[in-house]
């Protein structure tokens, strides 16, 4: 009897062996079952060496550890990209897996290692955009194209689109601290291609269909320079400038030989070969022309030999080498050039004519010219007169700022017209307290300003990152 209870004792053991097994549970849903309220399931604990190295866990029927294998984890050892940490891992027949990303096949959290650039990688493997999201809003991007889009869709012709609104808010933001790196860099391989484009409005971008390094368009400016280090009270300022543009005739910045270039916005000490004590300067703009001796150079809006303060010296509209000069159109329509006479002294002229009224006549200057007219001793008003007529001659006496006269020698009591040409220096300008804003009497012939200098460049290359020539 003892015999038969011990068969059926094995046959009822291996009926449950095979079938669904159940613990806390008298209904299995799978082929283990394990129910509880309280408790938990607690595999193997283990200290594993490294995630290449199956022991200390064995096969209990020897040979290779069977794939699949779970364990936890209780030990922190080996090197980084085969390190273990405390935690599940599986064996897969050539390592062990982390199951929290860390080591495994999942990103995790917490960073990962032992990652291969080749085979790993955060994206996905069908024809489907990648959408990072924060708040549970797309941020950002990846297009299944390629392209990459901040806070937009992106389209399929901008590699990197980045959108923002609001006032204050900058769609890119570029800072660097470094002497020679840029926090902006941008390169146009093709030479009829623009590096940076930049456009203010509603209307289309402008550019230049030749190419360029930096095209600007805009309604009210397009492009815009501004140089806070100008302090005329600032040697260290003196070059300086909010705008510069170089054509360089060997396309190295190595080499100071434009064939031509100019400064916008500018400061320097401009004397003459350093010879002159300080000539600093303040001007609008600087143009330059030709390569080596004899290069054409001129200063528009200059005041020349400025104050500490920026004040004082003499202000030129226009101060160079070259030869002034202005153009009409010959009966061919061709232009051609008509030179100005210039003087060694800032001089005023004026031209009039006039007749004698029983041999005699005032003639007074011009209200708003006698304004800007200085006479005196040392520099009286000059009036060359031109007779019309028949009549003993005359001459010119009763000068002053406000007129002269001119009376019919030997008492001559003539009517006869005549022409009559002045010339007077130039009055200083003064402000409302009487201060000399721009000097212009006494000057004869005085030191000019000398050609400004061209300003180093240095290049960045794809090839050589940096090029700094000292």
């Known amino acids: 009897m003892?015999?038969?209870y011990l068969t059926l004792i094995a046959l009822l053991c291996c009926y449950t062996i095979n079938a669904q097994v159940g613990i806390g549970t008298v209904t299995p849903q799978a082929f283990l079952d394990i129910n509880s309220?309280?408790?938990?399931v607690l595999v193997s604990r283990v200290a594993l060496t490294a995630r290449n190295v199956a022991l200390p866990v064995v096969n209990p029927q020897g040979g290779a550890l069977a794939n699949g294998t779970l364990v936890f984890n209780t030990n922190t050892s080996g090197v980084a990209p085969l390190n273990v940490s405390p935690g599940f891992y599986f064996w897969d027949g050539t390592q062990w897996v982390a199951l929290d990303g860390t080591g495994g096949r999942d990103w995790s959290l917490l960073g990962n290692s032992g990652t291969n650039p080749a085979t790993n990688f955060l994206g996905t493997?069908?024809?489907?955009?990648?959408?990072?999201?924060?708040?549970?809003?797309?941020r950002a991007v990846v297009r299944s194209d390629g392209n990459v889009a901040i806070n937009s869709a992106g389209d399929a012709f901008t590699k990197l689109y980045v959108s923002t609104t609001g006032a204050g808010n900058d769609a890119v933001h570029g800072a660097n601290n470094d002497n020679i790196g840029n926090a902006f860099w941008g390169t146009n391989v093709n030479n009829g291609g623009t590096a940076i484009l930049g456009g203010a409005g509603p209307g289309a971008s402008i550019f230049p269909s030749t190419g360029a390094g930096?095209?600007?368009?805009?309604?009210?400016?397009g492009v815009y320079g501004s140089n806070g280090f100008g302090n005329p009270n600032n040697a260290a300022h003196y070059t300086n400038c909010a705008g510069g543009f170089g054509l360089d005739s060997d396309n190295n910045v190595a080499t100071l030989n434009s064939s031509a270039f100019a400064k916008i916005a500018g400061i320097d000490n401009i004397s003459p070969d350093g010879v002159l004590a300080s000539r600093r300067s303040l001007y609008g703009g600087y143009f330059n022309g030709g390569v080596g001796a004899g290069q054409s150079y001129a200063?528009?809006?200059?005041?020349?030999?400025a104050t500490t303060a920026g004040g004082g010296g003499t202000n030129y509209k226009i101060i160079g080498n070259g030869t002034n000069s202005t153009m009409i159109m010959d009966k061919?329509?061709?232009?051609?050039?008509?030179?100005?006479?210039?003087?060694?002294?800032?001089?005023?002229?004026?031209?009039?004519?006039?007749?004698l009224v029983n041999g005699e006549v005032y003639v007074p200057i011009d209200e708003v010219l006698k304004e800007a007219l200085f006479i005196d001793d040392n520099h009286p008003l000059k009036v060359f007169i031109q007779l019309e007529g028949d009549c003993n001659g005359v001459f010119v006496t009763e000068k002053s700022r406000n007129g002269f006269k001119v009376k019919e020698l030997a008492g001559g009591t003539s009517n006869t017209k005549f022409s009559w040409h002045i010339v007077a220096n130039r009055a200083d300008d003064k402000d409302a307290q009487g201060n000399i804003t721009s000097e212009h009497v006494g000057l004869r012939l005085p030191y000019g300003p000398v050609a400004a200098k061209e300003t180093q460049l240095a290049t960045k290359s794809n090839e050589k990152n940096i090029i700094a020539p000292k």
């Open 2 to 4: 003892k015999k038969n």
């Open 37 to 40: 309220n309280t408790q938990g």
């Open 125 to 138: 493997t069908d024809n489907q955009n990648l959408i990072l999201r924060t708040n549970n809003l797309q």
């Open 214 to 221: 930096v095209a600007g368009s805009g309604p009210f400016v």
């Open 299 to 305: 200063y528009v809006g200059i005041k020349y030999n």
């Open 332 to 355: 061919e329509n061709k232009p051609r050039v008509l030179f100005s006479p210039e003087a060694p002294e800032i001089l005023f002229e004026d031209y009039g004519t006039a007749a």
